[in-house]
């Protein structure tokens, strides 16, 4: 199994242009996630969806921010415009049932993001 | 409402000796309690979950964790330290409904 896949491992982008964050979960897992992690705020989750579709995205900044799952294998972060203080790393990451269950979260290594 | 509180933020240990990560967390009801592995620049690895079975819970790579409802505890430990074992740890809660509760990390240091 390749695990979470995420793409691209680093984004480096100037303030106002579009980022577009990539993840392929796990086959056969219902549930994915993004995080982002920062030194201040720790790992915030972003947004989740079950079964493609976005179950809460409450935690999603502003409408800068959106995600989409269009299938089964595949999910996009995008910002929209990015900002310097979106600088963080971004991580997926999915499940194979729901986590107040027990079932653990399988991440991917990250985007670390960068916007000068 | 959950919470978790990670009671050091780094924690030091020489290469052979006990590893001791503590995590004191809030839940309602019988939670489902992980410990995560970050080694830098990579995701988070699950080393143990609890789910409400036996309250000792043996993990990857030597780590175990005791869950203390008692205590509201679910400390981290290992008999002997490795250098590999250098990371930050992430105690975390989750509970019906709700999504993954995460404390803030405790990195690891050990020293040869």
């Known amino acids: 199994d390749a695990g979470v896949i995420q793409s691209p491992r680093h984004e480096v982008t100037e303030m106002g242009q579009e980022v577009t964050l990539r993840c392929k979960p796990i086959?056969?897992?219902?549930?994915l996630f993004w995080y982002r992690q920062t030194m201040m705020r720790g790992l915030e989750l972003l947004i989740y969806?079950?079964?493609?579709?976005?179950?809460?995205d409450s935690g999603m900044p502003e409408d800068r921010f959106s995600a989409k799952m269009p299938n089964a294998s595949f999910s996009t972060l995008k910002i929209q415009p990015s900002e310097p203080r979106d600088s963080a790393v971004y991580f997926c990451a999915s499940s194979s049932g729901w986590t107040g269950d027990g079932s653990p979260l399988h991440f991917g290594n990250g985007t670390r993001l960068t916007v000068t | 409402a959950q919470s978790v509180t990670q009671l050091d933020s780094h924690v030091s240990v020489s290469e052979g000796t006990p590893v001791l990560l503590r995590c004191n967390y809030s839940s309602s009801y019988s939670p489902s309690l992980f410990w995560y592995v970050q080694h830098p620049n990579k995701g988070l690895q699950l080393l143990l979950k609890y789910t409400s079975a036996a309250t000792l819970v043996k993990g990857i790579n030597g780590f175990e964790a005791e869950f203390k409802k008692s205590e509201t505890s679910f400390h981290l430990t290992k008999p002997s330290a490795h250098m590999s074992d250098a990371a930050e740890y992430f105690c975390v809660v989750s509970r019906g409904y709700s999504t993954l509760t995460f404390g803030k990390g405790t990195m690891l240091l050990v020293s040869p």
């Open positions: 969806f079950n079964n493609n579709v976005p179950i809460d």
């Open positions: 086959s056969g897992h219902d549930y």
